[in-house]
C-alpha cells in the first residue's frame, strides 16, 4: 500500500464521519492527516512505527495507530465497521460534481438517496430543488454531471486508470495467499479506450482473496460477489472484475479473458478442427462418443498463437521398386553364374544399366566371366564369348 492510498483512505474516513454527523473537529483531524501523510517524506515502512508517525505534524496517536494497521495489513477495522452503517453505493455519490459531504448527507437523510440512480429520479422528479442549499440551478448541474457520466460510462483512456489497475494488481501480488496475478481484457492488449479492468488470480484460498478485493481501499461498491468471480466499482466509477482460478486452469484463463470475443471464437473452432476442446479452463480432447468414435487426437502444442499437431501426418507408401526376378544358379565349369529374366527388366533400367557400362542378358549361359552385379557382365567381358541370348 502507498501513501497516497493511505491518505485516499483517511479521506474516506473524513467523508464517512461528516455523513454520520460527527464532530468537525473529528473530521478535519483526518483531513489533516491525509494531507501530512501526503507529504511525508518517509517510506512506507516507516508509517509501520507508531512513534515515528505520532511525531508527523497534524497526526495524533489514535489516528497513529489506524495508519500503522494500514501499512502493516492494507486494510482498517475502523473503515469497514463505518462502511456497514451506510449502503454501499453512496460512496459512488462523491464521484458526482458539485456533490460534497454535506450535500450528500442532506440527500440522504431527507430524501433516503443512496446511489447515482436514485440522485437521477429525485432530479427528474424536481425534488432536490426542493432542499434547502440546492435549488433549481443545483439541480440542474448535478443532472448535467449524471448525463456526462452516464454517457462517458465504460469508456476510460488508459493513463486514467493505469494507477488503479496497478495498484490492485501490486496489492493483490502482494497478498501470502497470491500465487498468480495478472491484469487482463483491453488493459493487457494495450488499448486506448479501455471499459473496465479484468483482475486474474491463481490461489488455493479463492474466499480469502475475494474478501481481500471487495475490501480494498479504492472499491467504492460491490456489484457482485461470488466464490470464482467477483464485480466492483472503483470509486472513480470503472468496474472491476476478480476471476479466481486454480494453477493449472492460470494460463487457459488469462489467454482467454485477455482475448477479445473473434480471438477466442477463432482459436476453439482451430481446436475443433483437430479434435480438442478449449475454453477458460483447459484444453481437453474431445470425449470419444462427441467424436463419434474417432481415436484420440494426437499431442497439441502452442505455438506463435496457433494450435499444430506435433505427430508425423501419415504420407503415402512409396510405390514399390521393380526388381529382376531372381533365376536359380546355374553351375557350369566356368564356375558360378547369375542370370535374370529379360522379360521383368524395365525398359528404363535397361537403359540406365548400358549407360553404366554394362551389357544385361538372359539364359543360358554358354560362356563369360563371373558377374560382378546380379544379371549382369562388364561389356568388355562379354565380348570374348558370344552374347547371351543371340
Known sequence: ?????????????????????????????????????????????DLQDEEAVAKIPGIGKSIALKIKELAATGSLKYLEDLRAEFPEAILEL???????????????????VSSIEQLHQACEAGRVAELPGFGETTQAKICKAIEERTRRAGYFQFGEIAHEAETLRNDLAGHPDTLQVDIAGSYRRRKEIVHDVDLLVATKKP?????????????????????TKSSVRLRSGVQCDLRVVSTAEYPFALAYF??????????????????????????APIPVEGRGGSPEPPAVQRRAGRLRSTAPTTSPKPKKKIRPKRI??????????????LDFIPPELREKRR??????????????????????????????SPRFGS
Open 1 to 45: 500500500m502507498t501513501k497516497s492510498e493511505i491518505a485516499g483512505i483517511l479521506e474516506q474516513i473524513a467523508a464517512l464521519l461528516e455523513l454520520k454527523g460527527e464532530n468537525p473537529f473529528k473530521v478535519r483531524a483526518y483531513t489533516n492527516a491525509a494531507r501530512a501523510i501526503e507529504t511525508f517524506g518517509g517510506n512506507i515502512p
Open 94 to 112: 462523491f464521484s458526482i460534481s458539485g456533490l460534497g459531504a454535506k450535500k450528500i448527507k442532506a440527500l440522504y437523510e431527507r430524501l433516503r
Open 207 to 227: 474466499e480469502t482473496i475475494t474478501k481481500f478485493f471487495v475490501s480494498h481501499p479504492l472499491v467504492g461498491s460491490i456489484i457482485a460477489q461470488g466464490p
Open 258 to 283: 485477455t482475448g477479445n470475443k473473434e480471438h477466442n471464437i477463432e482459436l476453439r473452432s482451430r481446436a475443433l478442427k483437430r479434435g480438442w476442446t478449449l475454453n477458460e479452463y483447459r484444453l
Open 328 to 341: 536359380p544358379k546355374v553351375h557350369d565349369e566356368a564356375g558360378l553364374y547369375l542370370a535374370v529374366d
Open 355 to 384: 549407360r553404366w557400362g554394362w551389357s544385361i542378358s538372359a539364359l543360358p549361359i554358354t560362356a563369360g566371366a563371373r558377374f560382378r552385379r546380379m544379371g549382369s557382365m562388364k561389356k568388355n567381358c562379354s565380348r570374348k
